[in-house]
C-alpha cells in the first residue's frame, strides 16, 4: 500500500486518526477476512513503518485503548478476543509474515462455535509432519522463548509478568507474558514502552548471533552461510543451556540447500535463516490475559495467521469466504457499535486525541457499499 490511495481502495476505512503531520492510524474493514467479527488498526502512510517501535508514544496508547475496548465490546457479543500483529520488515529470503510493511494490528472477535471447534480438533505439534509444524511451531520459536527469558529483564518491565519459559505449552512455543489487570492492561501508558523494550533485546541478540555465527548476506532466495563459531563469542546474557541449545541449532542448519534442487517446501520451510521476525498474540488463557511473541524462522504464520484460543495455537488458513448477506449485515453492526462505543466512551480522548501535537484528530465512519 505505497499511497493513501490505496488503502481508501484496498480496504473499507470506518475512522482516521491523525496523531501528528505524518503519523495516523485507520481503523478498517478487510477486504478478505480472516474471521466474521473484526476490524484492523493500521498505521497509515507510505514510509515503510513495520513495528510499534517506528511509532510514537501516542500510538502506541491509541492502540492499547482500543484493543482494551474492543475486548469489552468482544464481551458484549459473547466473542473471545484476540489482538494480533507480527514484525517481519526486510523478508528476502523467504515467504514474508507480514506482507503489508506498516504495522497493522488484527481485533477478531471469535465465537463459541470457534472455540469449541479448536478444542474438538487440536492436536500435539508432534503428531504433525515436520513441514506442517514448522509451519506452525517451530524449534526457533521454542529457542525464541528461551532467550528471551534470559535477555528480558522482568524488573524492567512496568506492566508485563513474564511466564518462566517452558512452564507451560504456550510458553515452550512463545515467549508468554501476563497482564496483570488483564485487557484493562492494555491501556496502560507504559504497555508501549515494554513492547519497544522487548523488541529492542530482540533485535540486539538476533544482531550479535549473526555476527558471530554467520557469514555472507541475504537476498532474494538467499541466505547468510553458517561458518565456524564459538558460542561463547555471542555477546549476550544466555545461559549456559541456552547458548548449548542455540548454538546446536544454528549448526544444524543447511541454508546451502537453496541452490539445490530440492522440493520447494524444503527450501521455505525447513532451512531458511532470515533477519529478525517475530508474532505477538494477545489472548485469554486459563482465566488471565497473556500477550505471546512468538520468534519466526521456519513458520509462515504472521498477526493475521494465528490464534491462540484457551492456550492452543491455532493457524486460519484462510478467511471466512463469500459471507451471507445475514453475516454480512451481522459484521457491520458489529462493527458499527464499536466504533459508536469507543467514540463515546470516557476514553475515547486518548485513543483519538493526542495533545502532544495541540492539533485536533478525526474520527469518522464511513458505510460505504462493500
Given at each position: 500500500m505505497g499511497t493513501v490511495h490505496d488503502v481508501y481502495g484496498w480496504t473499507n476505512v470506518h475512522a482516521h486518526i491523525n496523531m501528528s503531520a505524518d503519523e495516523a492510524c485507520t481503523l478498517t474493514d478487510k477486504r478478505s477476512p480472516h474471521a466474521l467479527y473484526e476490524l484492523m488498526l493500521m498505521s497509515a502512510g507510505t514510509?515503510?513503518?513495520?513495528?510499534?517501535?517506528?511509532?510514537?508514544?501516542e500510538f502506541g496508547k491509541a492502540l492499547g485503548v482500543i484493543a482494551a475496548r474492543f475486548a469489552e465490546h468482544c464481551r458484549a457479543y459473547e466473542l473471545s478476543p484476540v489482538i494480533s500483529w507480527s514484525y517481519d520488515p526486510r523478508t528476502v529470503d523467504r515467504e514474508s509474515i507480514q506482507g503489508e510493511k506498516r504495522f497493522h494490528a488484527h481485533l477478531v472477535g471469535r465465537t463459541q462455535a470457534e472455540r469449541a471447534a479448536?478444542?474438538?480438533?487440536?492436536v500435539r505439534a508432534g503428531r504433525l509432519s515436520i513441514v506442517r509444524s514448522r509451519r506452525i511451531v517451530e524449534e526457533a520459536s521454542v529457542l525464541g522463548a528461551l532467550i528471551s527469558a534470559n535477555?528480558?529483564?522482568?524488573?524492567?518491565?512496568?506492566?508485563?509478568?513474564?511466564?518462566?519459559?517452558?512452564?507451560?505449552?504456550?510458553?515452550?512455543?512463545?515467549?508468554?507474558?501476563?497482564?496483570?489487570?488483564?485487557?484493562?492492561?492494555?491501556?496502560?501508558?507504559?504497555?508501549p514502552a515494554d513492547l519497544v523494550y522487548i523488541h529492542r533485546?530482540?533485535?540486539?541478540?538476533?544482531?550479535?548471533?549473526?555476527?558471530v555465527c554467520t557469514t555472507g548476506t541475504a537476498g532474494t532466495w538467499r541466505r547468510p552461510m553458517i561458518r565456524q563459531f564459538?558460542?561463547?563469542?555471542?555477546?549476550?546474557?544466555?545461559?549456559?543451556?541456552?547458548?548449548?541449545a542455540l548454538a546446536h541449532y544454528l549448526r544444524g542448519l543447511r541454508p546451502k540447500l537453496l541452490s539445490e534442487r530440492v522440493e520447494r517446501s524444503r527450501k521455505a520451510y525447513?532451512?531458511?535463516?532470515?533477519?529478525?521476525?517475530?508474532?505477538?498474540?494477545?489472548?485469554?488463557q486459563d482465566g488471565g490475559v497473556f500477550l505471546h511473541l512468538r520468534t519466526n524462522v521456519f513458520s509462515d504464520l504472521g498477526g493475521a495467521g494465528i490464534s491462540i484460543m484457551d492456550g492452543v495455537i491455532v493457524?486460519?488458513?484462510?478467511?471466512?469466504?463469500?459471507?451471507?448477506?445475514?453475516?454480512?449485515?451481522?459484521?457491520?453492526?458489529?462493527?458499527?457499535?464499536f466504533l459508536r462505543?469507543?467514540?463515546?466512551?470516557p476514553q475515547a480522548t486518548r485513543a483519538l486525541v493526542t495533545r502532544r501535537y495541540n492539533c485536533s484528530c478525526i474520527l469518522y465512519t464511513s458505510q460505504r457499499p462493500r
Amino acid at each position: 500500500m505505497g499511497t493513501v490511495h490505496d488503502v481508501y481502495g484496498w480496504t473499507n476505512v470506518h475512522a482516521h486518526i491523525n496523531m501528528s503531520a505524518d503519523e495516523a492510524c485507520t481503523l478498517t474493514d478487510k477486504r478478505s477476512p480472516h474471521a466474521l467479527y473484526e476490524l484492523m488498526l493500521m498505521s497509515a502512510g507510505t514510509a515503510a513503518r513495520p513495528g510499534l517501535h517506528d511509532h510514537s508514544p501516542e500510538f502506541g496508547k491509541a492502540l492499547g485503548v482500543i484493543a482494551a475496548r474492543f475486548a469489552e465490546h468482544c464481551r458484549a457479543y459473547e466473542l473471545s478476543p484476540v489482538i494480533s500483529w507480527s514484525y517481519d520488515p526486510r523478508t528476502v529470503d523467504r515467504e514474508s509474515i507480514q506482507g503489508e510493511k506498516r504495522f497493522h494490528a488484527h481485533l477478531v472477535g471469535r465465537t463459541q462455535a470457534e472455540r469449541a471447534a479448536v478444542k474438538a480438533r487440536a492436536v500435539r505439534a508432534g503428531r504433525l509432519s515436520i513441514v506442517r509444524s514448522r509451519r506452525i511451531v517451530e524449534e526457533a520459536s521454542v529457542l525464541g522463548a528461551l532467550i528471551s527469558a534470559n535477555i528480558v529483564d522482568g524488573d524492567a518491565l512496568r506492566v508485563l509478568e513474564p511466564v518462566p519459559a517452558l512452564s507451560t505449552h504456550t510458553a515452550t512455543a512463545t515467549a508468554q507474558f501476563r497482564l496483570p489487570q488483564g485487557w484493562e492492561s492494555l491501556t496502560s501508558p507504559d504497555l508501549p514502552a515494554d513492547l519497544v523494550y522487548i523488541h529492542r533485546k530482540l533485535r540486539r541478540m538476533y544482531d550479535e548471533i549473526m555476527r558471530v555465527c554467520t557469514t555472507g548476506t541475504a537476498g532474494t532466495w538467499r541466505r547468510p552461510m553458517i561458518r565456524q563459531f564459538d558460542p561463547q563469542e555471542i555477546d549476550v546474557p544466555l545461559r549456559a543451556a541456552t547458548r548449548v541449545a542455540l548454538a546446536h541449532y544454528l549448526r544444524g542448519l543447511r541454508p546451502k540447500l537453496l541452490s539445490e534442487r530440492v522440493e520447494r517446501s524444503r527450501k521455505a520451510y525447513v532451512y531458511p535463516l532470515a533477519d529478525l521476525a517475530y508474532a505477538v498474540t494477545i489472548a485469554e488463557q486459563d482465566g488471565g490475559v497473556f500477550l505471546h511473541l512468538r520468534t519466526n524462522v521456519f513458520s509462515d504464520l504472521g498477526g493475521a495467521g494465528i490464534s491462540i484460543m484457551d492456550g492452543v495455537i491455532v493457524k486460519t488458513k484462510k478467511g471466512v469466504g463469500d459471507m451471507s448477506p445475514a453475516e454480512i449485515a451481522g459484521r457491520a453492526a458489529f462493527q458499527g457499535d464499536f466504533l459508536r462505543m469507543l467514540h463515546r466512551h470516557p476514553q475515547a480522548t486518548r485513543a483519538l486525541v493526542t495533545r502532544r501535537y495541540n492539533c485536533s484528530c478525526i474520527l469518522y465512519t464511513s458505510q460505504r457499499p462493500r
